[in-house]
């Protein structure tokens, strides 16, 4: 028990220390003005403004958009790959992919997506008339990431 115990001590720490903690001062900072005097309006400016409410709206939906993906994907790849031969040589097919530097993938996403990227070109413009360009972007990236994590989570409940 103990040497579990001594196992999460690495990642408490972290979360409290880079999680917790900041969400803590953020939040504790938005009580006050630029010259450090204790206001409710920055919470007011956010509550009655409609760019405001629909960033946050957006942000929701697209959260709640890419879990539904993300599960609606892993659960059944993670089924399948619990009834492989070689289930770890294909978890780590799958897996394989996502261990390319982040800011490299960064770079590629806005190259083929921005206004006169690849895709752009090869699809032409009357797609990206029709979807959001950046939406789009920003989803499929997220989506990938979340899928990785899940994906291992439930391969492991289901072996």
Request: charged fraction near 10%; glycine fraction near 2%.
């Amino acid at each position: 028990m103990r040497q579990k115990v001594m196992f999460i001590v690495p990642y408490a720490l972290w979360i409290i220390l880079f999680v917790v903690a900041p969400l803590a001062l953020i939040f504790y900072q938005s009580f006050f003005d630029i010259n450090s005097h204790f206001t409710l309006a920055n919470y007011q400016d956010y509550l009655t403004s409609p760019t405001y409410l629909k960033m946050t709206l957006n942000s929701v939906w697209y959260a709640a958009l890419i879990t539904v993906v993300t599960l609606v994907i892993s659960y059944p790849t993670a089924y399948v790959l619990t009834q492989l031969q070689n289930r770890q040589f294909w978890l780590l097919i799958v897996i394989l992919p996502t261990w390319i530097n982040l800011l490299l993938k960064t770079y590629a996403f806005i190259g083929l997506f921005r206004e006169p990227g690849r895709l752009t070109n090869f699809y032409g413009l009357l797609v990206w008339e029709v979807i959001n360009c950046f939406s789009l972007t920003l989803v499929l990236c997220s989506l990938r990431h979340t899928l990785k994590f899940r994906l291992w989570f439930y391969q492991s409940i289901m072996h």
